[in-house]
């Protein structure tokens, strides 16, 4: 999540939620459609014995059994490739959190899948909100997320998914969020 901002005398509270576009999605995509490529690449070129690469000639391969390794490796990488340059053409997960005051509204929103629920929404209340809790497991799957405590309703996670933030940024945004909520942190 972003810093937190506040508006209009104090009256609203929203907090920006990073989806998929941050750094090592980037990162990762370039990695997997250059590797891709350059398996799919190796496979066409033990297959038509022509050399497409420029770094080394695979021309002179069996195409059974490694020119079909090679095209079955650059099929996968350019696949996961392409599944990661849609996740951040799309954004999913980005969204932000919004609590006003003026309205008396807890607003949740994300970007899902394209489709029919493509905008993932939730609103309540803001007299519904019980608690902000803190959510800590440390171990070989850290997880550091702060969740909504609603009436009636499941816990609604407040951060983003993937990388966990810092146990600082955590504690931070749960005070200044229950303070701002005037309701209980449970979990630190």
Not at 99 to 113: A, D, H, L, Q, Y
Not at 148 to 154: D, F, G, M, S, Y
């Amino acid at each position: 999540m972003n810093a937190p901002a506040m508006t209009r005398d104090r009256l609203v509270f929203r907090q920006e939620v990073l989806g998929s576009r941050r750094f090592s999605n980037y990162w990762w995509a370039v990695i997997a459609s250059m590797g891709g490529v350059g398996f799919l690449l190796a496979g066409l070129s033990s297959y038509l014995k022509v050399n497409l690469l420029l770094v080394s000639d695979t021309s002179e391969l069996y195409f059974i059994p490694q020119g079909v390794a090679l095209l079955f490796y650059g099929v996968a990488g350019s696949s996961l490739g392409m599944y990661l340059w849609l996740t951040i053409a799309w954004n999913l997960g980005g969204g932000y959190n919004e609590f006003n005051k003026e309205t008396g509204k807890v607003s949740i929103f994300r970007w899902g899948f394209p489709g029919k629920n493509r905008r993932i929404e939730f609103s309540c209340p803001i007299e519904d909100v019980q608690a902000v809790r803190a959510e800590i497991q440390e171990g070989l799957n850290t997880k550091r997320k702060l969740y909504l405590k609603v009436k009636q309703r499941r816990d609604v996670p407040l951060t983003r998914v993937g990388e966990p933030i810092t146990l600082a940024d955590l504690e931070n945004q749960g005070a200044e969020l229950s303070r701002f909520l005037g309701v209980p942190l449970e979990g630190l």
